[in-house]
């Protein structure tokens, strides 16, 4: 099996959310044992932003003729990784009730008219193949349960953005409060790691059953693949 892992924080390995999705990747290696393992790895924060020649062409009616360059050909290496993945887990903290910029840049990257969703009267239908997406979050304040006192604009808006290319099988995980450090930090960290594996204790018959009937995305453009 085939996980791709996204880091996001810019503390990246050393990270919390890096920390948390490690019981994922650990969870996904025992639930769907049968085919080894295969981590292809990303770090969000080394991506550039995209450039001229990409907004260019997202907004004409056709992607630009020739070998793509710059911000287009990083981006059919992005969507590829993406469609070549059985499982997606995305190591995230919260920056300003949101996604941090490096996960926004990813998403500009993969969310991609006529690569990963067309455009018709109903709306914008996703291309890719659906598959299981893990979102392991890490924030210093609470963002959800009754003592939450910020908003989380994170979890709906990677929804949505997700969505619209296709993903819709996502699953957070969150380890909230690391500002308090000590022992309520050790807390919430054990409390998520027992949701976790608690998961993929019940979910490992369903998820290997459902990554062996999801097909590949196969080569998705003729350039180089990653
Ligand atoms: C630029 C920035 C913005 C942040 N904004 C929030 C926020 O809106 N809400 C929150 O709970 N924590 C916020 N934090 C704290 C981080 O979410 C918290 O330290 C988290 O544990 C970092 O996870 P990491 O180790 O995976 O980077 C922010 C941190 C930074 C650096």
Same mark, same amino acid.
């Given at each position: 099996?085939?996980?791709?892992?996204?880091?996001?924080?810019?503390?990246?390995?050393?990270?919390?959310?890096?920390?948390?999705?490690?019981?994922?990747?650990?969870?996904?290696?025992?639930?769907?044992?049968?085919?080894?393992?295969?981590?292809?790895?990303?770090?969000?924060?080394?991506?550039?932003?995209?450039?001229?020649?990409?907004?260019?062409? @997202?907004?004409? *009616?056709?992607?630009?003729?020739?070998?793509?360059?710059?911000?287009?050909?990083?981006?059919?290496?992005?969507?590829?990784? @993406?469609?070549?993945?059985?499982?997606?887990?995305?190591?995230?903290?919260?920056?300003?009730?949101?996604?941090?910029?490096?996960?926004?840049?990813?998403?500009?990257?993969?969310?991609r008219v006529r690569?990963?969703?067309?455009?018709?009267?109903?709306?914008?239908?996703?291309?890719?193949?659906?598959?299981?997406?893990?979102?392991?979050?890490?924030?210093?304040?609470?963002?959800?349960?009754?003592?939450?006192?910020? *908003?989380?604009?994170?979890?709906?808006?990677?929804?949505?953005a997700l969505a619209?290319?296709? @993903?819709?099988?996502?699953?957070?995980?969150?380890?909230?409060?690391?500002?308090?450090?000590?022992?309520? @930090?050790?807390?919430?960290?054990?409390?998520?790691?027992?949701?976790?594996?608690?998961?993929?204790?019940?979910a490992a018959d369903?998820?290997?059953?459902?990554?062996?009937?999801?097909?590949?995305?196969?080569?998705?453009?003729?350039?180089?693949?990653?």
């Amino acid at each position: 099996m085939s996980v791709l892992r996204l880091t996001c924080s810019p503390r990246g390995a050393e990270s919390e959310s890096h920390r948390l999705s490690q019981f994922v990747v650990d969870g996904l290696a025992r639930a769907d044992a049968a085919r080894g393992r295969d981590l292809v790895e990303i770090d969000a924060n080394r991506l550039p932003h995209v450039d001229a020649e990409y907004a260019w062409a @997202l907004g004409s *009616p056709s992607d630009p003729d020739g070998d793509p360059a710059g911000s287009l050909h990083q981006s059919d290496r992005l969507i590829q990784s @993406l469609a070549d993945a059985d499982y997606v887990v995305i190591a995230t903290p919260m920056h300003n009730y949101t996604v941090p910029s490096a996960l926004k840049v990813w998403i500009d990257h993969v969310v991609r008219v006529r690569s990963t969703f067309t455009v018709t009267r109903e709306g914008k239908i996703g291309v890719l193949a659906d598959k299981p997406v893990f979102v392991a979050v890490s924030s210093g304040g609470l963002f959800s349960g009754g003592e939450a006192r910020q *908003p989380d604009f994170l979890t709906p808006y990677l929804k949505v953005a997700l969505a619209t290319i296709g @993903l819709k099988r996502l699953t957070f995980f969150s380890v909230e409060g690391t500002a308090m450090g000590g022992q309520a @930090l050790e807390a919430a960290r054990l409390r998520t790691q027992a949701e976790i594996a608690a998961y993929f204790a019940d979910a490992a018959d369903t998820l290997a059953e459902v990554a062996v009937q999801a097909p590949r995305g196969g080569s998705l453009f003729s350039t180089d693949r990653p």
